[in-house]
């Protein structure tokens, strides 16, 4: 795989009532954005004061619900509102490290197309070096989704085709997502060391 130039991101991030988590995140995100990335923030009617808190933040935008709707469609949300070509889904109760969104990026430019990027496995910070997996779609890849939602960047027009996760799956709804996707599209998968 060839690298290209570099790509620009949605990050989007839903939350719900965890406004002091979700402000370390973003304080986190906001020195790694390019100038073209978007920062989405997805706020599922929480009522300790987030939107506010968001709205001061430098690049967030923010997308609020009128009442809690729940993850599913917090996530959802996300993939719908993102302006951006390759999505970025990050829990607000997650930290993205520095590097991270470089990593991102840079497995998003390797693939052939639009494709699933994924980091693996958790608990790990990245090497100087970078490393990645790729799979062709199809049965492997299926089998071995990926099973961390947090972190997992998506191209757009995957979403247009495949749509968002399954809403009649209240738990796990991601782990039928993204066999979905991994049966029709690359998985490039980010590894990293250990700790």
Do not use: K
């Not at 997805?42 to 009442?67: C, K, L």
């Not at 930290?95 to 991270?100: A, F, H, I, K, N």
């Not at 990027?117 to 199809?138: K, T």
């Amino acid at each position: 795989m060839t690298e290209r130039a570099p790509v620009s991101l949605t990050v989007a991030i839903p939350t719900y009532n965890r406004r002091d988590e979700l402000l370390s995140l973003l304080r986190a995100v906001v020195p790694q954005l390019l100038p073209e990335d978007e920062l989405l923030v997805v706020d599922d009617a929480s009522s300790d004061g987030t939107t506010e808190a968001v709205e001061a933040v430098e690049r967030a935008r923010v997308v609020r619900h009128e009442r809690n709707e729940g993850l599913v469609r917090a996530w959802n949300a996300c993939l719908a509102s993102a302006g951006r070509p390759w999505v970025c889904i990050v829990h607000d109760d997650d930290m993205l490290e520095v590097g991270g969104l470089e990593a991102i990026r840079r497995a998003c430019t390797l693939a052939p197309g639009p494709a699933l990027v994924v980091l693996r496995p958790e608990g790990v910070e990245l090497d100087a070096g970078f490393r990645y997996a790729a799979w062709e779609p199809g049965p492997y890849a299926v089998l071995n989704a990926t099973m961390m939602p947090s972190g997992a960047t998506v191209h757009a027009s995957i979403v247009a085709e495949v749509g968002g996760f399954d809403e009649r799956h209240p738990y796990s709804p991601d782990l039928e997502y993204f066999a979905r996707v991994s049966a029709r599209w690359p998985v490039l998968t980010i590894r990293a060391r250990e700790r």
